[in-house]
């Protein structure tokens, strides 16, 4: 499929996977909003879309009928739209993604590639740090609001 825009993909990612989440929790407004135990396994429907999701771990994987995938986990149901390396990649990959550009680097769509594109993406300003608390704090992002910086382009509002 090409290269495409990590910012635009970003974005786009990080509302899909909110709308998802938010979804999820207000259909089944689970008890246990770190495990989802109380949950079954099921689909939802969103923009018209059918999402099969299935519990694991600290999370939740959804997949699209055509085979997107968002895997939503660590601290989902207080940062819905947040993001990592290791969810932005099966997003990406799931897309069927070789490459994306972001700051005018290409970066692989490759495990380590994409967590080394969200640490520079932090560095710059677009994604804030976010760390978890409970028994294994993780390190996830949350995206900057974006603004259009008058050329088309979109960059990160200053805070």
Do not use: C
């Amino acid at each position: 499929m090409g290269t495409r825009d990590a910012i635009r993909l970003l974005s786009d990612f990080a509302s899909l996977q909110g709308r998802l989440v938010r979804k999820f929790l207000d259909e089944y407004d689970p008890k246990d909003r770190e495990r989802f135990r109380d949950v079954p396994n099921g689909t939802l429907s969103i923009d018209g879309r059918v999402w099969m999701h299935q519990r694991h771990g600290a999370g939740v994987a959804f997949v699209s009928s055509d085979k997107i995938r968002v895997n939503a986990h660590v601290a989902m149901a207080e940062h819905p739209e947040a993001i990592d390396g290791g969810r932005l990649f099966e997003y990406l990959e799931s897309l069927g993604l070789t490459s994306v550009v972001y700051n005018g680097n290409h970066y692989g769509v490759t495990k380590p590639d994409i967590d080394r594109m969200v640490g520079d993406m932090a560095l710059s300003g677009l994604l804030r740090l976010v760390v978890t608390q409970g028994r294994f704090p993780h390190q996830i992002y949350e995206l900057r609001r974006l603004v259009d910086d008058g050329d088309g382009s979109e960059k990160p509002s200053r805070p």
